[in-house]
């Protein structure tokens, strides 16, 4: 099975910058997308940032605060979190997808890592 590893997390304050990174545990094959989801207390899970090779797509919440960045050599993703708002706080988590030869879809989440930002 493949890990995914998120760290990064912790207590921000408004108007301030984290940044997440997330490392797969093998780079045996590349990922069509990797990204960022988010769950605050209450909410459903939500999308933040999908990176592929044509690109990233981000949530309209985070779009022009939040980057996401791959370094497909090492099957790591980023996400630069700047401007953050309270709203901002979730438990953010890793996802991976891979499409096999066969057509096979396969999903991979990280543990996630809580993100706060305080007042």
């Known amino acids: 099975q493949v890990r995914l590893v998120e760290s990064g997390g912790g207590l921000v304050q408004a108007g301030g910058s984290a940044r997440l990174s997330c490392a797969a545990s093998?780079?045996?094959?590349?990922?069509?997308?990797m990204g960022w989801y988010r769950q605050a207390p209450g909410k459903q899970r939500e999308l933040v940032a999908h990176v592929t090779s044509a690109g990233t797509t981000y949530a309209d919440s985070v779009k022009g605060r939040f980057t996401g960045s791959r370094d497909f050599a090492k099957n790591m993703v980023y996400l630069q979190m700047n401007s953050l708002k309270p709203e901002d706080t979730a438990v953010y988590y890793c996802n991976a997808e891979r499409i096999d030869y066969d057509g096979r879809e396969y999903e991979y989440w990280g543990q996630g890592t809580q993100v706060t930002v305080s007042l």
């Open positions: 093998t780079t045996a094959f590349s990922f069509i997308a």
